[in-house]
C-alpha cells in the first residue's frame, strides 16, 4: 500500500505513534485481529533500537567479546596476534544498521497492512492524532478504538555548566560513531555507561568511567562488582563515587575537559553521558487528554493509561517506564494489541495474573542481560527487592567453576551466580548470573521464574554435561543441603 497523501481526514480503528520496535509489534497484532492501523513515525521505522542503541551496540560488543572469549581458552589465546580491525567492525555494525536506511522496516509495515504516515504525531483530543510532516503540511487521523503511544524515550544530560559547549555523545554518537577517540570519558555507570565503556575500550579508546555510585545498581551487588574488574582488566579507569561539576572545550576541534568534585580534572576527545532517560511524550499532545506533557505514562496491566476516560489511549515500551527494554515493550506491545483486539469485538478480556491480556512478567519476570565482559544477566527480583515485598526467601550464591562445563568453555572461567528462594512456595523468585557467556544461560532462568516451577520438579531439568549450564545443578542442589539449616531466612 503507499503512503497515503492529501487526504484532509482518515479514520483507522487504530493509530500508533512511533514505529520502534514496539509501535511495529503492536500494529502486528492489531491488524492480526483484523483492524484498521495507522502507523505514524517522524525518523526512522525502526526506532532507537534499531538504529542507535541495542543493535548498533550489540553488532560493535560482539567482536570485542569474541576476542576476550578467544583469550580465555588456551590454544586459542595464541591465535590472537593483533587488535581488533575497527573499519571492520564499523561496516559490520553499518551492516546490522542498514545504513540508517529504514526502506525495509518501513516496507515490513506496509507489508502487514498498515499504513505509515511520516511526520511528527500529536494527539488533537481524544481517539484524534495530527501529524505534521517534514514540508509543513497536515494530515489528520481520528480512531474508532485506540491510539497505542510508543515514542520511545530520550537521553537526559545533566544541567552543569560547559554542557553544551563540551559537545558531549550521548547513546547516539555512542553508536553511530566511525572514529574511535584516543580518549573517551564515560560518564554513568547504568547500562549503556558499562557497555559503551566495554565497547570503546575494545576498540582501542582509553575509557575512563565516572559512576557516583555502584555500577549497575538495579541488579545484585555482586554484578557492579564483577563488572567492575572486568571492565578493570581489559584497562578501563573505573572511578567509583565521582560525580562531573563542569565541563569546558574552548577550542572546538580540541579535547574536553571534565572538572570533577574529588578536585581533579580529566581531559578526553570526547565524553559520552549515560546518565538515564526521558520520555518522549513532551510534544505529543497529552495535554489535549488531561495529561501532562513530558511525563512517563502511567497503565494498567493491558497498557490502558490511567487517568484517561473511554479506554482508548494505550502506552507501550519505554514510554510507560515499567522496564526500558525492547523485548519487555514488544511484549507489552502483543499483549496491549490482543487487548485492543478483544475490546475492539467486544470480547471479555483474559487479564487476571498471567492471562492473555495481562503483562503480568513486567511485575514478576524482566530479564536482562548487559553484554559486558563477563557479561551480566538477571530475571525477577533481586534478594533486596524479594524481602521488601515481604517474602520470606532463601539465597544461594555459587562461583560458577564449581561446573566443569564452565571450565571447559572458559580456562580459569570466573562468574557468580545467585538464586533468590521463595521459601513458602519453593519457586524462585529471581536468578542473577555474571560470567562469560551468561546471556544465553538466562533464558532458561527466566522460564524457571514466570513458570513459577517448583524447585522440587527444577531439580528434574537436566542440564547438559558439560555445559555452563550446569551451574544449575550446583545451585539447586546447594539450596537443598542448606535448606533445613538455619540459614538468613529473612521476611
Ligand atoms: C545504548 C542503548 C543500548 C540498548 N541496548 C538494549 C538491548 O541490548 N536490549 C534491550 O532490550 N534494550 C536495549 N536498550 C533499550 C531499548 O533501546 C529501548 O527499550 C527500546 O528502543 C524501546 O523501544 P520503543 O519502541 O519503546 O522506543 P524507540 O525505539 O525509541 O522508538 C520510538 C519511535 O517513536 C518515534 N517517535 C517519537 N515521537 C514521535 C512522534 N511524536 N511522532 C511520530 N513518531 C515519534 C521515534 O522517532 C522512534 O522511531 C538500549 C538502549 C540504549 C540507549
Ligand atoms: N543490554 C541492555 O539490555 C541495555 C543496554 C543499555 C541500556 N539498556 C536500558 O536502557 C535504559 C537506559 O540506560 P542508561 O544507562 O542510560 O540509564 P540508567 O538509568 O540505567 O543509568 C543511568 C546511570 O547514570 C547515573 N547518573 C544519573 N545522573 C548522573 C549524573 N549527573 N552524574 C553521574 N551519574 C549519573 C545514575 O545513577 C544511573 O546509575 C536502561 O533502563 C537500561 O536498562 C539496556
Redesign the pocket.
Known sequence: MSEPHGTKEAAYDVIVLGAGPVGQNVADRARAAGLSVAVVERELVGGECSYW??VP?KALLRPVIAVADARRVDGARQAVTGPLDTEGVFARRDRYVTDWDDTGQAQGVKSIGADLFRGHGRLDGPRRVTVTRDDGSRQVLTARHAVAVATGSR??L?D?PGIDEARPWT?RHGTDSSTVPARLAV???????V?MATLWQGLGSRVTL????RLL??MEPFVGDLVAQGLTGAGVDVRIGV??RALRRPDPTGPVTLTLDDGGELEAEEVLF????TPATDDIGLDSVGLTPGSWLDVDTTCLVHGVDGDWLYALGDVNHR???THQGKYQARTAGDAIGARAAGRPLDDAAWGDHATTADQHAVP????TDPEAGSVGLTADQAAAAGHRIRTVDLDFNAAQGANLYADGYRGHGRLVVDLDREVLLGVTFVGPGVSELLHSATVAVAGEVPLKRLRHAIACFPTVSEIWLFLLAAYQRDRDTPQTASA
Open positions: 542503541a541495542c551496540s537521553p537526559v545533566p552543569i547513546n560518564v554513568g555507570g547504568g547500562g549503556v555507561g557497555e565516572l559512576a557516583r555510585r545498581p538495579r560525580q562531573v549515560a546518565t538515564g532517560r522496564a526500558l527494554l536482562q542481560v548487559f553484554f
